[in-house]
């Protein structure tokens, strides 16, 4: 006989079977995440605290004067050589970013498409590409410093040599060219990179949605114009970020190029050699407060355009979902 208290009593729940893949507790999840957390945090997040902090100060060398407030931002706008080299060093980084940008989201798009359905040397290919991307920019911007010589060059030889000599001249020795050149190289250094992420992106595209477009008459542009460039995204936002921070922080290939001087006549000059000359070769007194000055507004600078293009990036995926 079943009494009154059983029928009242919940039936225990049958446990079904657990989700695939382990899912960590609290102390597992702080013993992995430790490391991380307190390299970013003596690497990264205390200098950046740090340099924030020293920015409302007046310095005398390293001795910290009396609270400035927003005194030492006011002189990277208002006192040479700041007022003129900031404008111009921000617009030769916009000009990095975008020529990068331009040059990474076509040609990397371009080579990744092609190498995409083909078995044959993919990964050869690949490999080339990425070999750059693993060098040290300092490395790559030496070598194309002897290479470029206007004296033993031998790209200036081989113009010369293949009747082309009008066009050999010295490509890092004259404002016109300069920029031009840390452009194309930055550009060719990190071309890797995105060539990886497009292939990545193109193996996740539905084959359906393709054939069903050959079906219906579509041609390959049309294909690739509706079909794979939406679906590419959030790649495309991910390589375009990446390019705007690198192309904001870029100085081991400029300073390598160019110097820290960024010549010839600072026409490579951008904000990182900036910081650079004037935390450590200025000689002013003051240095310390405007170059943390310089770095706090260089980094608010990146993190807000980035967190812009994010939110960019997200609107456009919600659409196409």
Do not use: C
């Amino acid at each position: 006989m079943v009494q009154a208290d059983q029928l009242s009593r919940p039936k225990p729940r049958k446990r079904g079977p657990r989700p695939a893949g382990t899912v960590l507790g609290w102390p597992a999840t702080v013993i992995f995440l430790a490391p991380a957390v307190i390299i970013f945090s003596i690497f990264v997040l205390y200098p950046m605290i740090t340099a924030f902090s020293y920015s409302f100060f007046d310095w005398q060398g390293t001795a910290r004067g009396a609270f400035s407030g927003v005194g030492n931002f006011f002189t990277l706008f208002t006192v040479e050589p700041f007022k003129s080299e900031l404008p111009r060093a921000l617009m030769h980084n916009l000009l990095l970013f975008a020529g990068a940008m331009v040059f990474q989201n076509t040609v990397g798009l371009a080579i990744a498409s092609f190498l995409y359905k083909r078995k044959r040397f993919k990964k050869l290919f690949q490999t080339l590409y990425t070999l750059p991307y693993l060098v040290s920019p300092l490395v790559i911007g030496y070598l194309w410093t002897l290479l470029l010589s206007p004296l033993f060059g031998p790209v200036n030889a081989l113009l010369k040599a293949i009747g082309l000599g009008e066009l050999a001249q010295p490509w890092l020795g004259q404002p016109s060219t300069a920029l031009w050149v840390i452009v194309l190289v930055t550009a060719w250094q990190w071309l890797g990179f995105p060539i990886l992420l497009y292939g990545a992106a193109l193996g996740g595209i539905p084959e359906e949605l393709t054939e069903a477009a050959s079906l219906d008459g579509a041609t390959a542009w049309q294909r690739f114009r509706s079909i794979t460039l939406p679906l590419l995204t959030s790649a495309i936002g991910t390589v375009s970020i990446l390019t705007f921070i690198g192309s904001m922080e870029a100085l081991a290939l400029p300073y390598a190029m160019g110097g820290s001087s960024g010549s010839p006549a600072g026409a490579t000059d951008v904000l990182s050699l900036m910081f650079y000359r004037t935390a450590f070769e200025s000689g002013a007194s003051n240095a310390i407060g405007v170059s943390s000055a310089l770095a706090t507004l260089l980094f608010v600078f990146i993190f807000g355009v980035a967190l812009v293009f994010t939110s960019i990036i997200r609107r456009r995926e919600r659409k196409l979902s």
